[in-house]
């Protein structure tokens, strides 16, 4: 297998800790994001979307962290990365796609850009985007696990799962930018868990090879 990915990209993070917790190994090729290598010719061949991370599996070359995810636990599904009733795949999916789908997207490096040039907001009202939408998410993430039926270590149950795997980039890049963090303690108590393990700790974009 090869990745495609960039060291700070929180979506080539939850790739790496997936990964990890499957104790699989994959070639890691690096496409730096802000010098603009995604747009070049070269990777547009590979992946016309020109985000990262990209998994090439044989003939499979497959884009999109949470599709990329669940073709690896389907692929090789033990250790499991979703648990094993229904009910709680679902919720454990609910918690990712929260993540990935409604918090990332007004946060990444695309959007970031745009708000410097063409819309030319200062660091500090970027800053405020970003920790704006933040805290709208982790607000409503908080109250989810407060509401859980039966209080767990990891998002859903005793072993990390795919929320987790969504979470923890998250909470990363959050502190990146300084927003604050402490009244979600339910969210901070997780990730501090989940950093412990090696899975997660080696993931994290300071002991990337790319990392600068």
């Not at 990745?3 to 990964?19: K, W």
């Not at 991370?53 to 499991?80: H, N, R, W």
């Not at 795949?89 to 929260?98: E, K, M, N, T």
């Not at 407060?146 to 969504?166: E, H, M, N, W, Y």
Request: aromatic share 10%; glycine share 4%; proline share 8%.
């Amino acid at each position: 297998m090869i990745i495609y990915d960039y060291f700070r990209s929180s979506a080539s993070f939850r790739l790496r800790i997936a990964l990890n917790l499957k104790q699989l190994t994959a070639e890691r090729r690096g496409v730096h994001l802000v010098r603009g290598e995604q747009k070049q010719a070269a990777y547009r061949e590979v992946n016309p979307q020109g985000l990262v991370p990209f998994l090439v599996d044989g003939d499979l070359g497959l884009s999109q962290s949470l599709a990329i995810i669940e073709y690896l636990e389907e692929k090789y599904p033990t250790p499991p990365l979703l648990p094993a009733d229904i009910e709680s795949r679902a919720f454990a999916r609910q918690i990712a796609q929260l993540i990935a789908c409604d918090i990332h997207p007004l946060n990444n490096t695309r959007v970031l850009a745009y708000l410097s040039d063409p819309l030319k907001l200062d660091e500090s009202a970027r800053t405020r985007w970003y920790c704006g939408w933040i805290h709208e998410g982790f607000a409503a993430l908080e109250a989810m696990l407060k509401r859980r039926a039966v209080q767990s270590p990891f998002c859903v149950g005793d072993f990390p799962t795919i929320a987790d795997i969504c979470l923890v980039p998250q909470v990363t890049n959050a502190q990146r930018f300084s927003c604050a963090l402490d009244p979600f303690p339910m969210i901070m108590a997780i990730y501090d868990r989940a950093m412990q393990l090696p899975a997660f700790a080696d993931a994290h974009p300071s002991r990337q090879p790319d990392a600068s």
